[in-house]
Structure formats: structure tokens, C-alpha cells
């Protein structure tokens, strides 16, 4: 009798417990957003029928200065707020809510990135090129995070490497591409908010790029790792951390190489090692491939943060153009710059650029609409690693 009073007892709590899974299942509303239509507008649609003014601001608006231009919502009579975009391009898009002023992230909609310290919900437009940013039915490459030892800057450090395709079942050696973030960002910036690993598939597959190694270090020399998932714990990210620009992880860079080629069957030869960075990690792919000028054979910036009158203290930036004549002179097979028109970097990467060509430097500079912004870099990121490794 008391075993059977035990399981009546706990058949309301079994209810109980279903009736909260089910409406953390069901988030108590079925909403649709956004939702993606067949000519490519998309509607948006929140709740919040105390709200006096709700704005959706997304990065296919006009910018008002840094941040994405708004427009406002729909109320209807049961308190959801609606808006339909005009007709979209393809491409992947970022957008959050203005509630009443207060930003906040769409509750029907659980996908989301962080870019720094700030979170946004995201989807794709498919078609052209931004077919290259969703998986697609095609062989996978594996995304791991390793932890490496960086005598130059004493402390074991995180790590996230892609490998190709194929690559754990075969005996092959691979060349590298070492592609670095920008300010704030960390390890985890390349394969969120550029999709890179899915490039990289994506490429492979239709035979644009050779299968390669992708290595997304973290460019912060007082981290050991991305907020969150190294020894400091919990904290908000912030934009420009000490030690970011001051040489050191420039200095420290053979430390990354020496492990990728110890520990992975990667081509050691300059030849076989690729270089590239956006904004902050475009500074650090100039200044770690002219540092070591005899061990890139291929440089991409990607909207570098080159600006005029620039004053570092480090020996690594010392005899600039001494070490960009060496650079010339030691050989490599491409030196590929890109910069928007209306980057705010724009003056002092085309001030740069004029530099190279002075000095005979052969480049190619590529000049593309829009700003400091990602959907840039990702265009970057395919058309530098198509040019890659070829014989």
C-alpha cells in the first residue's frame, strides 16, 4: 500500500512537470518570427501589448553612424507588434527590438550571435553568395578548441582550428591558413559571426578553394581564451583590451605555428602558410608577416587598422618600410587588401596602398561598397582563400 501511494502521489507532480515542459516547450505563444517569404521580404512579430513604441532595427537600414538605422512597428488589436521588410537581398542579416527604447533580442527567434558584448538574432536570405554561409549537403570539415602553450606570452592559451574535409581519414599534409579576428573579438568571432567553417566547406565542395587548415587564434594577450571559457570566468566583453596593438602577440605569433605544425599534418614551408585578418587582425597579419618575412607566402587585410600618424612603442614596428623592402624582396605570391568605401579605416588603408606602390610592392587592392562590417569581411574571406595554394 505505501509503494501505491508513493506513485498516486506523484502522478499530479507528473502533470505538474508536463504542463511546465509544455509551456517551455510552446514558449506560450505561437509566433512566427521572422518569417521568411517567398519574394524575400520578412516579417517581424513581438508581443508586447504594454509597449507604447516598438522599433526593429537591422543592418539591411541605413546606418546612423554605428549603429543599424529602426523602423517602426504595427500594433494589432491583440498587443503583437509586426513589420515587413521590402524585398531583400541575399546575404545574412542581424536585427534585434527597440521596446519602448529598451534593445532587446527577438524571443521567437533562437538563434543569435555575439559580436563583443552585444547580442543579436540573425537569418539568411539564401541565393549567390550567401548559399556559402548555411550548411548545405555537402562533406564537413571538423571545428576543434585546443589549449597551446605560448612561452612568449607565459601562460596556455585557447584555440579554434578548422580541418578539411577528409582530413582525420587520410594520411595527407595540408597547408594553413592562420585567419585572425578584429578588436573585441576572440576565437570564437571567425567561425560565429563569418561562418568561415561553412565557407570553408562550402568551397571545398565546389572545388574554389584547396582543402586547408583554418587556425582562429585569440589576439587579446591577457586572455587565455574567450570570455567565458577561460580562467577569468564570467565577465562582459569589452572592446579595446590592454596589450591588443602593442606588438606582443605579433612577437608570440611563431608559438601558434610551431604548435599547428607539431601538432597537425600541416605543410611547414612558407609556400604552404596563409595570413589574414579583419580590422585590428588585419594591423596584426601586416605587421606578423613582415616581422617574419621569410614565412608567408600569401597576406590578406581585410579593412586593416591602419591609421595615419599610427604610434606604437614595440620593436615589432620598428623600420617599417626597411622590413615591407625585405618582405618584397624575399618573395610571396600574393599581398590582397580589401577595404570598403566607406570604412572608416578607408584614408589610411588607400594611404597604405599608395606606400606599396612607391615602393614597387606588387598588391592587389580591392575596393568594395559599404563599411566596417562583416558582410565584407565574409566576401573577403571567399575570394582571398580561392586565390590559395594553387600550383
Same mark, same amino acid.
Given at each position: ?25 510552446w514558449?506560450?505563444s ?43 512597428m ?19 542579416y542581424?536585427?534585434?527590438?527597440l521596446?519602448?527604447?529598451f534593445?532587446?533580442?527577438?524571443? *521567437?527567434?533562437?538563434?543569435? *550571435? ?52 577528409g ?6 599534409? +595540408? ?21 568561415a ?12 578553394a584547396e ?52 601538432? +597537425? ?45 599610427q ?64 558582410? *565584407? ?5 571567399t ?9
Amino acid at each position: 500500500m505505501k509503494r501505491n501511494w508513493i506513485i498516486f502521489a506523484a502522478i499530479p507532480a507528473l502533470f505538474a512537470y508536463q504542463a511546465m515542459a509544455q509551456q517551455a516547450l510552446w514558449g506560450g505563444s505561437e509566433i512566427i518570427s521572422p518569417e521568411i517569404h517567398a519574394d524575400h521580404s520578412v516579417t517581424f512579430r513581438v508581443v508586447a501589448p504594454g509597449a507604447a513604441e516598438v522599433k526593429v532595427s537591422g543592418d539591411w537600414m541605413p546606418s546612423e553612424d554605428w549603429v543599424p538605422g529602426s523602423v517602426a512597428m504595427e500594433k494589432d488589436e491583440h498587443g503583437t507588434w509586426i513589420h515587413t521588410t521590402d524585398i531583400l537581398e541575399p546575404e545574412l542579416y542581424s536585427y534585434f527590438f527597440l521596446v519602448d527604447g529598451f534593445r532587446t533580442c527577438d524571443p *521567437n527567434n533562437a538563434f543569435v *550571435n555575439r559580436d563583443i558584448a552585444t547580442l543579436t538574432n540573425f537569418f539568411i536570405i539564401e541565393g549567390g553568395q550567401a548559399n556559402l554561409y548555411r550548411v548545405n549537403d555537402v562533406p564537413h570539415g571538423s571545428v576543434t578548441r585546443r589549449w597551446y602553450d605560448s612561452p612568449g606570452l607565459g601562460m596556455d592559451r585557447r584555440i579554434t582550428i578548422y580541418t578539411p574535409p577528409g582530413y582525420e581519414t587520410s594520411e595527407k599534409t +595540408y597547408p594553413v591558413l592562420y585567419l585572425l579576428h578584429g578588436a573585441g573579438g576572440d576565437e570564437e568571432a571567425w567561425i560565429t559571426l563569418g561562418t568561415a567553417t561553412r565557407i570553408m566547406d562550402n568551397l571545398i565542395a565546389r572545388g574554389r578553394a584547396e582543402p586547408m587548415i583554418v587556425v582562429m587564434p585569440n589576439g587579446n594577450v591577457i586572455q587565455d581564451a574567450a570570455p567565458g571559457e577561460g580562467r577569468d570566468g564570467y565577465y562582459k566583453p569589452t572592446f579595446m583590451i590592454p596589450g591588443t596593438m602593442d606588438g606582443e602577440f605579433e612577437e608570440s605569433f611563431m608559438d601558434i605555428v610551431r604548435f599547428v605544425e607539431t601538432q +597537425y599534418r600541416a605543410k611547414t614551408d612558407q609556400s604552404n602558410r596563409a595570413i589574414a585578418g579583419l580590422s585590428m587582425g588585419g594591423f596584426h597579419s601586416l605587421h606578423i608577416s613582415r616581422y617574419y618575412p621569410d614565412s608567408f607566402d600569401y597576406i590578406g587585410l581585410f579593412s586593416p587598422a591602419i591609421l595615419p600618424g599610427q604610434d606604437v612603442s614595440s620593436v615589432v614596428y620598428e623600420n617599417m618600410d626597411g622590413t615591407l623592402k625585405q618582405q618584397m624582396e624575399n618573395g610571396y605570391r600574393l599581398y590582397w587588401i580589401g577595404i570598403g568605401k566607406t570604412d572608416f579605416l578607408y584614408n589610411g588603408v588607400v594611404e597604405f596602398g599608395n606606400k606599396l606602390d612607391q615602393m614597387g610592392m606588387e598588391h592587389t587592392f580591392r575596393e568594395s561598397d559599404g563599411g566596417h562590417i562583416w558582410k *565584407n569581411w565574409r566576401i573577403y574571406l571567399t575570394e582571398f582563400t580561392s586565390l590559395l595554394f594553387r600550383e
